[in-house]
């Protein structure tokens, strides 16, 4: 019997949102993601639970270590909390973007690139292949910035989060899921 390497866009939607037992839980997987990389310190900022900012001091990564934790389904942390290869996109149901911010400690880079949740969403039902949905996207290369202000850690950005799903992301409700 023979298999296609190539995995549907459905899954995606499955994945996300099936795997977790609240929408709010993607804050969750950003905060384990910081708790792997061992930072001492991870911030939330909750704009009125239309803009949360999730900042932590950790290790940062490489531009080789983002590009792993973009690669759907794949994980290099097998001894950690997270091991899915999935939380990044973990938030994909709930807002328009998802920025990263990330920079190694030890490095002058920041490195940044956005996740178009809603161009994948649109998507969901299409036929595309779970590369080609990844592509649409995140239409752009990770970028690089000489930046000495950001300093070594993540910053994972959701912008606008939908309508339909800002009660979830209310200070209140987070405090008490978290």
């Not at 037992?21 to 909750?46: H, L, P, T």
């Not at 950790?58 to 794949?74: I, P, T, W, Y």
């Not at 709930?94 to 920079?103: A, L, P």
Request: aromatic share 8%; charged share 30%; net charge negative.
């Amino acid at each position: 019997m023979q298999f296609s390497n190539i995995v549907g866009s459905r899954i995606i939607e499955t994945l996300t949102s099936g795997i977790y037992d609240g929408n709010s839980n993607c804050i969750r997987e950003y905060v384990q993601n910081a708790v792997d990389s061992e930072a001492s310190k991870i911030e939330i900022q909750n704009d009125d639970g239309v803009r949360i900012t999730i900042r932590d001091n950790g290790s940062g990564m490489d531009k080789n270590e983002l590009q792993q934790a973009l690669d759907f389904g794949r994980s290099p942390k097998h001894d950690k909390i997270g091991w899915r290869g999935i939380g990044i996109y973990s938030a994909i149901p709930n807002c328009k973007t998802i920025s990263i911010n990330t920079k190694k400690n030890g490095s002058n880079k920041k490195l940044h690139i956005d996740i178009m949740c809603d161009e994948i969403r649109k998507r969901y039902m299409d036929t595309f292949s779970i590369e080609e949905l990844l592509a649409i996207g995140i239409p752009k290369e990770i970028e690089e910035f000489e930046d000495d202000d950001f300093k070594s850690g993540t910053e994972i950005v959701l912008n606008e989060i939908e309508p339909s799903q800002r009660t979830f992301f209310e200070s209140n409700t987070l405090y008490r899921d978290l």
